[in-house]
């Protein structure tokens, strides 16, 4: 048998095959939050139906929140309401919830992972996109919208149509400077943001597997910016070192037996994917986008394109577009952009390791005079891993805000907004218009550049610095 | 319950654009609700109307050969980005029963199905065609979900291919989750081996 690692947890989780394409597949991981959960909860109570297996669903508020002072009520009366609505379901319908006082709170993506219930081999779903980060521990993981959400609180499986595969090859070894970010970025612009669309990317390469879990989770976390419905990466001893002692996991005899079986969750070697890619990870310097969408991106030694010269009158277009957008005049060198605001956080950049790479960058030093830069910490336990390391202190020290855990400038749901025309370093995912605030301009980046950024107050090359 | 798609007929509105995400589509001060209802007016609030918050008479929805449009034609990628189905409410309550695009993003396409919105699928030069048909003024056409056929008065005739599961559902209004409750043996006999 020659399977893929993604189509192993796919035939292991079909409840019943409802047509050719489409599968009823078991759900053993849903992760809910404050934004997309209120009317599939509505939908079950209209129905008077059950959610059939809580324990096997986990909740948090991240989106909507402030990331200020915790002692204080939530300013804004809408938000505060949807976050009191997600309460009394979790409440109603027995399902744990990491609550703003709670010290598991935390970006879904982030608290997944690091209690342990993430796991190789599950079938996770979340009705948020950046589900695909959970993929980084060989797991089936992906993003639903709300009516979604209500079938699987009811049902505990998706009806799903079977994506194709695409194996996405690093090889070689990168660079110093050159982060978990950079190699995904890379791979948004070379295969384009639908470039994945139907398909779940399995990463493999010998740069793929020196990474750590972070860098991992950071990878799978934007395949979605690919358009991928997934991300996976084969489990192997750094996933297993990850989880071993986390508050979900087995221990003992039940530890060493889902290990033995982990090990079996990788392709064979005579697994075909239905594409390729190779990329060779010794290539692929600091990436930063200079447009509105993820894959419009290049090297940190670049310069902004010249729309005229691209191929298509539909990609001249949308670069022109995405230029005035972004207050940008082709061949510009990117290094040496002004930037007002910087933003490291998000479900893609605000673990622990991202926190201690970027102090690295800026310890001991200042951010520059017009820059305002916060750290967002991924979740409330990232938080007070940081402080116990001294984290914050050197940010605070050089002059970035520390906050609350939560999505924040990611969205902007919360008032963490970009002005009109204020131009961002952001760790985040997504440079989309108006994302980070009405007229916001987002350039995506490592947490490592955007501390430089920071620091120099115009986008740098991290290497050289 | 999705709201049933057999056929429509309407008239087009055009958004010659690529790789429109949902945070355009709704933008997120929107998504504090807890209802299913109120997104219309906020359609691509960001484009439609000004910083002031009158319309912007530059945006094609807001032309007047778009008044009562009900399907979108567009470029591709459609739906990319964020999950939220506040977008295909969004969509659905202005008055859209499909949007035609070279392509789409995955999770969109099921949200649309979910939702009474048919995704059409065409190949980019026949879509191209459809955007360029509507310079001349107004444009109407009739989509067969029944027999995935788009045609118009003036001869534009050509297949698409739904998605088979998802077009059952919009064929017959189906309620998935009651639907899927009917296999609750299977579900049961699931869990029983994977305890
Ligand atoms: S951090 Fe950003 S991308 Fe991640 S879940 Fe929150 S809003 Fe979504």
């Known amino acids: 048998m020659t399977k893929t690692l993604f189509e192993r947890v796919w035939a292991s989780h079909v409840v019943k095959q409802l047509t050719d394409d489409v599968a009823l597949l078991y759900v053993d991981l849903h992760l809910i939050h404050e934004v997309t959960s209120p009317q599939a909860f509505a939908g079950l109570k209209r129905e008077g139906r059950a959610v059939r297996r809580p324990e096997r669903t986990l909740a948090t508020v991240d989106h909507s929140i402030p990331t200020g002072d915790r002692s204080l009520p939530i300013a804004d009366a809408v938000a505060a309401r949807q976050v009191d609505v997600l309460g009394g379901n979790a409440r109603e319908f027995g399902i744990e919830l990491f609550d703003l006082t709670s010290p598991g709170q935390g970006i879904v993506h982030v608290i997944g992972p690091e209690l342990g219930a993430t796991q190789p081999g599950m079938v996770i779903v979340c009705g948020d996109s950046h589900t695909a980060t959970h993929g980084a521990f060989g797991a089936f993981a992906i993003g639903i919208g709300t009516s979604e959400v209500e079938h699987v609180l009811a049902t505990q499986c998706i009806a799903l149509s079977k994506p194709r595969t695409l194996e996405a090859r690093f090889t070689g070894s990168r660079g110093p400077g050159v982060g978990a970010k950079d190699l995904i970025l890379a791979l948004i612009g070379k295969i384009g943001t639908a470039g994945a669309t139907g398909h779940v990317i399995e990463y493999t390469g010998e740069a793929i597997r020196a990474l750590s879990m972070e860098e991992r989770m950071t990878v799978c976390n934007m395949s979605i910016e690919a358009g991928a419905r997934a991300g996976m990466i084969a489990p192997d001893d750094v996933t297993f070192a990850y989880l071993k002692g986390r508050p979900r996991v087995h221990t003992g005899e039940a530890w060493t037996k889902d290990v033995a079986r982990w090990r079996r969750l990788r392709s064979n070697s005579g697994a075909r994917y239905d594409t390729q890619v190779m990329l060779d990870a010794s290539r692929i310097g600091p990436q930063v986008t200079w447009g509105t969408t993820p894959g419009m991106v290049a090297d940190i030694t670049a310069r902004v394109p010249d729309p005229a010269a691209l191929g298509t009158d539909a990609e001249r277009h949308a670069a022109q577009r995405a230029l005035q957008y972004m207050g940008l005049e082709p061949g510009t060198p990117l290094a040496g952009i002004p930037i007002d605001r910087v933003f490291l956080g998000s479900c893609t950049n605000a673990r622990i390791e991202d926190l201690r790479a970027a102090a690295g960058v800026v310890r001991g030093r200042h951010v520059a005079a017009r820059v305002r830069a916060m750290v967002v910490p991924g979740s409330q336990r990232v938080k007070a891993q940081a402080e116990a390391e001294g984290l914050d202190q050197v940010f605070r020290e050089a002059g970035f805000e520390w906050r609350n855990a939560g999505c924040s400038m990611c969205l902007g749901m919360n008032d963490d907004i970009l002005g009109a025309g204020e131009r961002c370093a952001a760790t985040s995912n997504r440079n989309f218009e108006g994302r980070q605030g009405r007229g916001g301009r987002t350039h995506l980046m490592s947490p490592m550049m955007a501390a430089a950024a920071a620091i120099e107050g115009h986008l740098v090359d991290v290497r050289g610095w | ?195």
């Open chain 2, 1 to 195: 319950m999705v709201k049933p798609f057999t056929q429509h007929r309407g008239r087009l509105v055009t958004l010659p654009r690529r790789d429109v995400d949902t945070d355009q589509i709704i933008p997120k001060q929107f998504l504090k609700g807890i209802e299913r209802t109120g997104f219309g007016p906020a359609l691509f609030c960001d484009w439609r109307y000004r910083p002031d918050g009158s319309p912007d008479p530059g945006f094609e929805l807001n032309s007047p050969a778009a008044e009562g449009a009900t399907i979108l034609v567009t470029g591709p990628n459609f739906g990319c980005g964020s999950s939220r189905e506040h977008a295909v409410w969004a969509l659905a309550e202005y008055g859209f029963r499909a949007v035609i695009a070279p392509s789409f993003a995955d999770i969109f396409t099921s949200n649309c199905y979910r939702n009474g919105l048919l995704p059409v699928r065409l190949p980019a030069p026949e879509v191209d065609a459809l955007i360029r048909s509507t310079e001349g003024g107004i444009h109407e056409l009739t989509i067969d979900l029944e027999k995935q056929l788009i045609t118009d008065d003036r001869g534009f005739k050509t297949g698409f291919r739904a998605d088979p599961y998802g077009r059952e559902l919009l064929l017959r209004g189906l309620d998935e989750i009651g639907r899927t409750l009917l296999d609750e043996p299977s579900i049961a006999a699931y869990e029983r081996r994977h305890p």
